[in-house]
């Protein structure tokens, strides 16, 4: 018989199906890659010059998780490193559709509603990551948590970054405060600011210790000494 047999009509829907998944994948993947564009709102309220995107920022905290991360380890029993690069990976995903909200150590600034912060990123993941596999929401979502091993890596990492940024903005000279919103630094000069809002946040004893030696760097360059 020349006719289509319902066998071939089911294999048609499954193929159909299927294309239509990996459609919805790929829309979730480009919706992500605004990443790549959505600058770091706390360098430009401080007049960096081309301030990094916060994909860039999300490759750094994973770069540090790689070279890094088995001296914070030493702190963390039982992490384990691999999953831990796929937290760090997808940590700040959902900003694709949210956009960056800086962390502000200066008590002149507008306070960050949190739960509503975590609201909006969390039904943007819903979006994000719906189409793509449970592995990407629930990295995600033990990110958010902070109670893994794994997540407070992570987190020690995205400190370390935003500072080891500081180090190579002021190393550069790259930031002209006139540039960004002079009023929105009231009381911090330089980039001071950024490890004001990192020291207190860090829980292992590795990741102040490296915080130090960060900080140090950044002084000189700062200083000029």
């Known amino acids: 018989m020349d006719g289509e047999s319902d066998d071939d009509a089911g294999d048609d829907d499954r193929d159909a199906d299927a294309d239509d998944g990996r459609d919805a994948a790929l829309d ?3 919706a992500a890659y605004e990443l790549k564009d959505e600058r770091r709102t706390g360098w430009q309220l401080r007049g960096v010059d081309d301030p990094e995107s916060v994909a860039a920022h999300s490759w750094g905290v994973a770069y540090l998780v790689v070279t ?7 702190d963390l029993p039982g992490v384990d490193l691999d999953r831990a690069l796929r ?11 949210t956009g960056d909200v800086a962390t502000r150590a200066d008590s002149t600034a507008d306070a ?12 943007a993941m819903a979006d994000l990551a719906g189409p793509l596999p449970e592995r990407v929401r629930d990295a995600w979502e033990a990110y958010e948590a902070r109670e893994s091993p794994e997540a407070i890596l992570v987190k020690e990492c995205d400190l370390l970054d935003t500072c080891l940024q500081a180090v190579v903005y002021e190393r550069g000279d790259r930031y002209d405060p006139e540039r960004g919103e002079p009023d929105a630094f009231r009381e911090y000069d330089d ?11 860090l829980r292992t004893e590795a990741g102040r210790e490296l915080f130090a030696a960060v900080r140090d760097r950044y002084r000189v360059e700062r200083d000029g000494a």
Not at 87 to 97: C, F, G, K, T
Not at 112 to 123: G, L, P, Q, S
């Open 28 to 30: 979730a993947v480009l």
């Open 191 to 201: 980039l001071d600011e950024f490890f004001a809002t990192s020291e207190p946040r």
């Open 112 to 123: 960050v509603d949190r739960e509503a912060k975590v609201a909006a990123e969390r039904e």
């Open 68 to 74: 890094l991360g088995d001296r914070l380890a030493a």
């Open 87 to 97: 937290l760090a990976v997808v940590h700040d995903v959902a900003e694709a559709e």
